[in-house]
């Protein structure tokens, strides 16, 4: 029986040939990436008890972007404490304020296919979409890792999802998520594999590919794949890394998987989530019509470039509704740099968007963009879960970056494809 994508990754982090399902092996960690919530304020206490240092700071990323920029003295100093254990420990990949850590993670070339990667963030899924094998784990199992290299694992099943067509004008990768978030509930694929296959992601953008890894999160997933191809490769290259044999990294032909969905994307329209789970998913007319306070383009699944460019597209020419607010909150500073080069800035801020610092922000419920009791809020983010958005009687759905932006120009959940006709 031939191996699965995953499986091939793991085997050679175990330093085997071949793994199995279900099986506990240990496997060498290839980078180890952590965030200024997780990770050096709750990882420093346990290295100091253990008096133990890192295995190899050269392979450890920080990224500063929960509590940013500091909004009081608790968050400044908890960027405090991470700026003064990278500068102790010598973290040369040390990334202040520069953007979120999933999209700067690849945006500096630190990811390639094959790798063996954890994160201390539920959706380090997301560098699945470069053909590794990614995930999230807690401050213990970092605080090993730091100290060992090395870390279990119980080697998961692969479901594969293969996604076939072409998506229509207006539908995104987020619908194709949100539709299987609907299908498969957000138990559809707990601690598996999802591996997404199919001509539609052969033709998908990183960006787009990055959304549908990064929500694998959302279906249960221990880790979301996309085998690599040219894509991915050139996507590498251009943030001077270098994507290695390619070849090496896909499923044998014979691979077994625990199960297999097919989508057809032709058939697909935009979708919306309602509160409190992105399991709540339907149709965009299921739920239009209803009214919004606040709509929101932020986070890593949902202000990458392409997500700020989809909302430009619906936003150009025209104005946010009267009484609502539209939040923008760009992925990194690489992407506002480039959205203000090339006039998406402008678009969105001319329809009367208000930009906000690059960050978590919103999302998680840090700083500013919170919600307040009882509003209701459409956004681009992954999840929304009671209250994490602010106030627990705070209502938020999800959407793409086209159908928030649809809705904030007319004030209620609405279609974006009545929007685009003619506006390209």
Avoid at 37 to 44: I, L, Q
Wanted: aromatic share 4%; net charge negative; proline share 4%.
């Amino acid at each position: 029986m031939g191996l699965t994508l995953a499986e091939k990754i793991i085997a050679r982090a175990a330093r085997r040939d071949s793994v199995s399902p279900g099986e506990i092996v240990t496997c060498a960690v290839d980078l180890a990436m952590m965030h200024d919530s997780g990770g050096p304020r709750r990882v420093k206490p346990i290295l100091e008890r253990l008096n133990a240092k890192v295995w190899d700071i050269e392979k450890v990323v920080v990224v500063t972007d929960h509590y940013v920029p500091a909004v009081d003295a608790e968050s400044a100093a908890i960027l405090d404490l991470t700026r003064k254990w990278c500068a102790k420990n010598g973290v040369g990949n040390f990334y202040d304020m520069q953007g979120i850590c999933h999209v700067v993670l690849p945006e500096r070339g630190h990811l390639r296919p094959g790798m063996f990667v954890v994160g201390g963030d539920s959706h380090s899924p997301t560098g699945g979409a470069f053909g590794c094998f990614m995930f999230g784990v807690g401050a213990t199992d970092m605080a090993g890792v730091l100290v060992t290299g090395e870390i279990w694992i119980r080697v998961p099943g692969t479901i594969r999802i293969d996604i076939n067509g072409t998506l229509a004008d207006g539908v995104s990768a987020k619908d194709i998520i949100l539709h299987l978030c609907g299908r498969l509930g957000m138990g559809g694929g707990a601690y598996q594999v999802v591996q997404y296959t199919g001509d539609t992601i052969v033709g998908l953008s990183m960006t787009e590919r990055m959304t549908l890894t990064n929500m694998a999160a959302e279906l249960g997933a221990q880790a979301g794949l996309i085998a690599p191809d040219e894509t991915t490769a050139a996507n590498i290259r251009d943030a001077g890394g270098s994507p290695g044999d390619l070849s090496v990294w896909h499923g044998d032909a014979d691979a077994s998987y625990r199960a297999t969905h097919a989508v057809d994307a032709t058939q697909l329209g935009p979708h919306v989530a309602a509160p409190h789970s992105p399991a709540n998913s339907a149709p965009v007319a299921d739920h239009a019509g209803q009214a919004i306070q606040q709509a929101y383009i932020g986070a890593c699944t949902g202000a990458k470039l392409e997500d700020l460019h989809m909302a430009a597209r619906v936003l150009k020419g025209r104005g946010v509704a009267s009484g609502v607010r539209l939040l923008i909150a760009p992925a990194s500073t690489r992407i506002t740099a480039t959205a203000a080069a090339d006039g998406t800035l402008s678009a969105l801020t001319e329809a009367g968007a208000i930009l906000m610092p690059t960050g978590c922000g919103a999302c998680a419920g840090f700083g500013a963009g919170v919600l307040a009791e009882d509003e209701v809020c459409i956004s681009s983010t992954a999840r929304n879960f009671k209250g994490r958005m602010g106030a627990p009687s705070s209502r938020v759905y999800l959407a793409s970056p086209y159908t928030v932006a649809a809705s904030a120009i007319v004030g209620r959940i609405a279609d974006p494809r009545d929007l685009l006709d003619g506006n390209t």
